[in-house]
T-cell receptor
Framework: AAGVIQSPRHLIKEKRETATLKCYPIPRHDTVYWYQQGPGQDPQFLISFYEKMQSDKGSIPDRFSAQQFSDYHSELNMSSLELGDSALYFC????????????FGPGTRLTVL | KQEVTQIPAALSVPEGENLVLNCSFTDSAIYNLQWFRQDPGKGLTSLLLIQSSQREQTSGRLNASLDKSSGRSTLYIAASQPGDSATYLCAVMDYGQNFVFGPGTRLSVLP
């Protein structure tokens, strides 16, 4: 069965650079969630989209933005990167009305040097 | 604000033991609760989803229960195996689609 796809899987950037993370949800899923997991931490919710509109906002820094496109894929844009942004970034998708069970992608490991 | 805690933080057991992982949440107005498994440096694998109207769910050797009124869920793992070694996270979703994770229980099953 198709799963959530994230790209790239690994990304190395320097401070003050920008990064774009991509997420392709499971087909027919209409909701996408982004999470940040720092070393030794539990995942923290950043932002979610439902039917291409922002649904909810968590602890997402102002330097980050995200959007969901017409094909339901989503991109997380991160600017002015800081050392503390180094983390695993997970995307999850769900289908509203189908238990809202979230299925997670493998994550993108971002390292900021 | 919803807070999720998990006890114990870490657990080491010999192979074959039955074990219970605990999850507590402060706001009982939840939409669902989900248990995940995470291997080191890897993604999250959904194990069981319990809707707020349900009391338990079972999948193979795993059984999860939910007592919404007391803000508790347990994950029961029967006949543990070394391959079960991982971090187990519970997460609750509220009616605003907010998903809050617990800190996880790190499980080691020794052969």
């Amino acid at each position: 069965a198709a799963g959530v796809i994230q790209s790239p899987r690994h990304l190395i950037k320097e401070k003050r650079e920008t990064a774009t993370l991509k997420c392709y949800p499971i087909p027919r899923h209409d909701t996408v969630y982004w999470y940040q997991q720092g070393p030794g931490q539990d995942p923290q919710f950043l932002i979610s989209f439902y039917e291409k509109m922002q649904s909810d906002k968590g602890s997402i820094p102002d330097r980050f933005s995200a959007q969901q496109f017409s094909d339901y894929h989503s991109e997380l844009n991160m600017s002015s990167l800081e050392l503390g942004d180094s983390a695993l970034y997970f995307c999850a998708s769900s289908r509203r009305g189908m238990d809202n069970e979230q299925f997670f992608g493998p994550g993108t490991r971002l390292t900021v040097l | 604000k919803q807070e999720v805690t998990q006890i114990p933080a870490a657990l080491s057991v010999p192979e074959g033991e039955n074990l219970v992982l605990n999850c507590s949440f402060t706001d009982s107005a939840i939409y669902n609760l989900q248990w995940f498994r995470q291997d080191p440096g890897k993604g999250l694998t959904s194990l069981l989803l319990i809707q707020s109207s349900q009391r338990e769910q079972t999948s193979g050797r795993l059984n999860a229960s939910l007592d919404k009124s007391s803000g508790r869920s347990t994950l029961y793992i029967a006949a543990s195996q070394p391959g079960d070694s991982a971090t187990y996270l519970c997460a609750v979703m509220d009616y605003g689609q907010n998903f809050v994770f617990g800190p996880g229980t790190r499980l080691s099953v020794l052969p």
